[in-house]
């Protein structure tokens, strides 16, 4: 079995990693894996192709060539650009959803436009096609106040901020670039990341996981792409995922085939959960989360190619009523960032890894290259993913923090406090 994975970050190095860990034949990877572009850390895993993910003719043309089973799309952009789309037409197995779907991440203003067809609880908004007009209107909402772009940002186009000169700047630069804007009320609770597997009729949730979205410690800091993650997340009631299916997943499901759009794939909710165990979606992605990946997939105690191919060939019906199988453990992920992250990253930087981590740990590249005299230097803002796994939260966060300990570069930092203070949120 031929699979490509398409991306060149942590994300897609968690996928390939994990797909390399399914049952096949004895001390053999099971599938011949491709990575586009791919990183220094896939390498290892299979072949890099010099292609872009946002090079649609040339994936598909590679895919159809290389007579490929299956390819996973990692990053958003070339989903939004139509890359399922165009390997749909070649009859090309694709995990990813369609350009219409993919809207319900490139778009805010179509996200919250489905939520309110499909009765989706979710945060009051107001939608503004010129930025500038909406600073005489944010007075009518709620501290802190909320101002999110409407197009794709990386997880980096949000502003939450109590100051109204910051939330004035941030209106200003969305009109500088000549985007819209939807500004919303700030919603107050714990956040919970749940990624759902779709085949266009079924969504099935894979394990809850938090991401910690602030650059610094305790919560502070702009908003990134995600310094860190764990899974599974403390203190959710058993009947969490119920919930989420039934208020969250099934709605957006109907509401895809109401518009007639078959969305296979990740449907990715960021839910903020109250204390009285009342749920709203912050926002929706069309593909696996980063860093939630790298902590959930070490825990799926399934064949992940299976899965994959069923949701692409649009029949989870052998998981409909199961769920997905888990390990019992917990994973603790750090981001290590590049000095400037998020705003302006250093690249270029040697880098030095440990010799040998222990079984329990992991370490994924995220912003790495190769060099030709075959060094590994920086190569982005997120630059590694330590993991660890544990039976307790707290091995995790050992075992992912001596991970990061152990790596060298200069200018390297992340979070102190990834997963180390988890308040009761729902009892």
């Known amino acids: 079995m031929k699979i490509l994975v398409?991306?060149?970050?942590?994300?897609?190095?968690?996928?390939?990693?994990?797909?390399?860990?399914?049952?096949?034949?004895?001390?053999?990877?099971?599938?011949?894996?491709?990575?586009?572009?791919?990183?220094?850390?896939?390498?290892?895993?299979?072949?890099?192709?010099?292609?872009?993910?946002t090079n649609i003719f040339a994936l598909s043309l590679f895919a159809e060539k290389e007579k490929i089973d299956l390819v996973v799309v990692g990053p958003e952009a070339p989903l939004a650009a139509g890359l399922a789309d165009a390997l749909q037409a070649k009859g090309i197995a694709v995990f990813g959803p369609v350009q219409a779907g993919a809207q319900v991440e490139a778009s805010k203003a179509f996200?919250?436009?489905?939520?309110?067809?499909?009765?989706?609880?979710?945060?009051?908004?107001?939608?503004?096609?010129?930025?500038?007009?909406?600073?005489?209107?944010?007075?009518?909402?709620?501290?802190?106040?909320?101002?999110?772009?409407?197009?794709?940002?990386?997880?980096?186009?949000?502003?939450?901020?109590?100051?109204?000169?910051?939330?004035?700047?941030?209106?200003?630069?969305?009109?500088?670039?000549?985007?819209?804007?939807?500004?919303?009320?700030?919603?107050?609770?714990?956040?919970?990341?749940?990624?759902?597997?779709c085949d266009g009729t079924r969504?099935?949730?894979?394990?809850?996981?938090?991401?910690?979205?602030?650059?610094?410690?305790?919560?502070?800091?702009?908003?990134?792409?995600?310094?860190?993650?764990?899974?599974?997340?403390?203190?959710?009631?058993?009947?969490?995922?119920?919930?989420?299916?039934?208020?969250?997943?099934?709605?957006?499901?109907?509401?895809?085939?109401?518009?007639?759009?078959?969305?296979?794939?990740?449907?990715?909710?960021?839910?903020?959960?109250?204390d009285n165990g009342d749920i709203n979606v912050v926002e929706f992605n069309a593909r696996f989360g980063d860093p939630e990946t790298q902590v959930v997939l070490p825990l799926l105690n399934e064949n992940l190619a299976s899965i994959l191919l069923a949701a692409a060939q649009g029949d989870l019906s052998g998981w409909e009523n199961t769920g997905f199988a888990w390990k019992t453990q917990h994973a603790v992920s750090v981001v290590i960032a590049s000095e400037g992250y998020p705003d302006s990253p250093r690249k270029g930087d040697g880098m030095t890894f440990p010799s040998a981590?222990?079984?329990?740990?992991?370490?994924?590249?995220?912003?790495?290259?190769?060099?030709?005299?075959?060094?590994?230097?920086?190569?982005?803002?997120?630059?590694?993913?330590?993991?660890?796994?544990?039976d307790t939260l707290e091995e995790a966060c050992n075992k992912a923090y001596g991970v990061a300990n152990s790596v060298a570069f200069n200018g390297a930092w992340y979070r102190r406090d990834i997963g180390a203070v988890e308040t009761p949120m729902v009892v």
Request: include cysteine; glycine fraction near 10%.
């Open 6 to 53: 398409v991306g060149s970050g942590g994300r897609e190095h968690a996928l390939g990693w994990r797909l390399s860990q399914d049952v096949g034949a004895p001390n053999a990877t099971p599938y011949q894996l491709f990575f586009a572009p791919g990183n220094p850390g896939m390498a290892a895993l299979g072949q890099c192709l010099d292609i872009e993910a």
């Open 357 to 390: 981590i222990s079984s329990d740990s992991l370490l994924f590249h995220a912003g790495t290259r190769l060099m030709p005299n075959q060094t590994v230097v920086t190569d982005g803002g997120r630059v590694l993913n330590a993991v660890g796994l544990g």
């Open 203 to 274: 969504a099935i949730p894979m394990l809850p996981a938090r991401d910690y979205k602030r650059a610094y410690d305790c919560n502070q800091g702009p908003n990134t792409g995600g310094m860190g993650s764990i899974a599974p997340v403390p203190n959710l009631p058993c009947t969490f995922l119920k919930q989420v299916q039934e208020q969250v997943l099934a709605p957006m499901m109907r509401a895809f085939r109401a518009r007639g759009i078959d969305y296979r794939g990740v449907l990715y909710a960021g839910l903020m959960v109250q």
């Open 111 to 197: 996200a919250k436009t489905l939520m309110m067809e499909a009765r989706v609880p979710t945060a009051a908004y107001q939608q503004f096609k010129n930025p500038l007009e909406a600073i005489e209107a944010l007075d009518k909402f709620s501290l802190p106040y909320v101002i999110k772009e409407d197009g794709l940002a990386a997880g980096k186009g949000v502003t939450v901020t109590e100051s109204k000169a910051t939330a004035v700047a941030a209106l200003k630069h969305a009109a500088a670039k000549g985007a819209s804007v939807v500004v919303e009320d700030f919603l107050v609770g714990g956040e919970v990341s749940v990624l759902a597997m």
